[in-house]
């Protein structure tokens, strides 16, 4: 999984549950605010149904002044005294929200309006000047439907006090339920939290400080760091471009140091101890030092001529000993001109390069020499080979280096060879194969190192002056981040195989 689909997973979770806890915050406010409205409404309720049986009670006491008094007001007081409860009863009748609710309005109503009724009627017999009559209906009449309303009612508050437990306890229920489920979310988001924490400092923060480390240490010159490169997310992908850059630069490395092998043969044999510090020499030390090898051998030679040979010698000996300088200052001339064109410096020039028209190209250099020693050759290039990217002009020497080694290890007429050139992949990527075969003397498996520079110093008495010319065409080839690799066997032939990465 990717960095960005491991951040991502941490974050929607977080998210989620960021959605889950707000969703249940607005779940419990509306509970809350439905439930309080609830209890609100039930307090109303029971307290507009007392105020109604209050305001009843109070209007129906003008009935007895009427009666007794003979109060010729008393019907008046008892309309204006009971319009305040039946102002009361229709708002305590809006209230009403359930089924049993409204049933129970009926039968408050009706109990209600049968005591208006009858005092009604005890003020119309009051108003005859009936007392019989008048105190029969209120003996009778009035006291039982005073007496039904009063029964009503008050079944009707205590209804009322049990849905306020009812509501009551819902409230606690919701406090607890939403406690609970408060308390999940929070844990959740603390434990995704602390998750996002210990993978930011395991798997991220740590590898990035072991990438900075590593870079430091590169900075110091410790070249042979390298980071694990299991990890396929954008991290991985970071390390296995540190390790590429880290093997490049040790190749570079190698191959600034690789022209040591000049001294070495130019003079003695070096001792052990220091055959094994030759790749830290600086190579500008080294330049200057085969320039003053050049000059000497040049003293030599205008020695010998000003004195017209060497004392004690036969004039074809002194001869004999100014060309042999002169011979060494050629090769060592030929070597430094080598040497600045192939490792002084090692900074490549990439660019898309045609490997068909390189190849033709290079082998145009050689076409006369092809001719003059009768030579065969075949070229074979992959048709999808197309454009690469590659330094040409380094690849055109290196690959000249390579040819002229082939022609010269055929015989001095005929023989063969041959260039064959393809792309393949390899790892998600392609690498570019060129090889040339000869069927020359071909050299000794033992002695491929040594050909190649592995083993500088190792000369032998009686060998030529050693060749630097295919240990820096390996590093050419190193450079890019390649191989080199020499197959040889002797009276057989040599194919020498040149191998560059391609980004894909």
């Not at 960095?3 to 779940?27: D, E, N, Q, S, Y």
Request: aromatic residues 6%; hydrophobic residues 45%.
């Amino acid at each position: 999984m990717t960095l960005r689909r491991k951040l991502l997973t941490v974050f929607v979770g977080l998210g989620a549950i960021a959605l889950l806890t707000a969703g249940l915050t607005l779940w419990v406010t509306a509970r809350w605010s439905y439930t309080s409205g609830q209890m609100e409404a039930h307090y109303r309720r029971s307290l507009l149904l007392q105020r109604v049986r209050a305001a009843t009670y109070q209007a129906l006491k003008e009935i007895p002044d009427a009666a007794f008094l003979r109060d010729k007001d008393a019907r008046g007081e008892f309309a204006e005294a009971i319009k305040p409860a039946q102002d009361d009863l229709a708002s305590w009748v809006e209230l009403a929200d359930t089924v049993d609710e409204r049933a129970e309005i009926e039968r408050v109503g009706s109990a209600f309006r049968l005591v208006l009724g009858e005092a009604e009627r005890a003020f119309e017999l009051l108003g005859r000047d009936d007392r019989a009559g008048a105190a029969s209906a209120l003996e009778d009449g009035l006291e039982g439907s005073v007496k039904a309303f009063q029964k009503v009612t008050g079944a009707a508050v205590e209804r009322d006090q049990a849905r306020r437990g009812e509501v009551r306890a819902a409230v606690d229920e919701i406090k607890r339920t939403a406690f609970v489920i408060l308390s999940i979310a929070s844990f959740g988001t603390l434990s995704l939290v602390l998750l996002l924490a210990a993978y930011l400092a395991s798997d991220l923060f740590r590898p990035l400080r072991d990438v900075a480390r590593a870079l430091d240490g590169l900075g110091h010159g410790e070249l042979g760091a390298r980071l694990d490169e299991e990890r396929e997310d954008e991290i991985g992908a970071l390390q296995q471009a540190f390790n590429r850059a880290a093997a490049a630069l040790e190749r570079r490395e190698r191959a600034s140091t690789l022209a040591s092998s000049f001294t070495s043969g130019l003079g003695a044999r070096v001792e052990d101890d220091e055959a094994g510090a030759w790749h830290t020499r600086p190579s500008r030390m080294l330049l200057h030092g085969l320039v003053a090898r050049l000059k000497d051998r040049l003293t030599i030679v205008r020695a010998g001529i000003a004195d017209g040979g060497v004392e004690g010698k036969e004039g074809d000996q002194d001869d004999g000993v100014a060309m042999k300088a002169l011979c060494d200052a050629e090769d060592l001339l030929s070597g430094i001109a080598r040497f600045a064109a192939f490792g002084f410096p090692l900074d490549l020039d990439v660019a898309p390069t045609d490997v068909g028209a390189l190849i033709h190209d290079v082998l145009a250099r050689f076409r006369d020499e092809l001719i003059r020693q009768g030579v065969s050759y075949e070229v074979v290039l992959d048709p999808m080979l197309g454009v690469v990217v590659l330094d040409r002009l380094k690849m055109r020497e290196a690959m000249s280096e390579v040819i002229r080694n082939g022609l010269a290890a055929l015989p001095e007429r005929g023989g063969r060879l041959g260039i064959r050139s393809n792309l393949f992949g390899q790892d998600g990527s392609s690498v570019l194969a060129i090889e040339v075969a000869d069927n020359g003397a071909g050299i000794a498996p033992e002695a491929v190192g040594r050909v190649l520079g592995d083993d500088p110093f190792r000369i032998d008495h009686g060998d030529p002056l050693p060749k630097i010319g295919l240990a820096l065409t390996k590093a050419i080839v190193e450079r890019h981040g390649g191989d080199l690799n020499v197959m040889s066997r002797p009276g057989v032939g040599t194919v020498v195989r040149l191998t560059l990465p391609q980004a894909s």
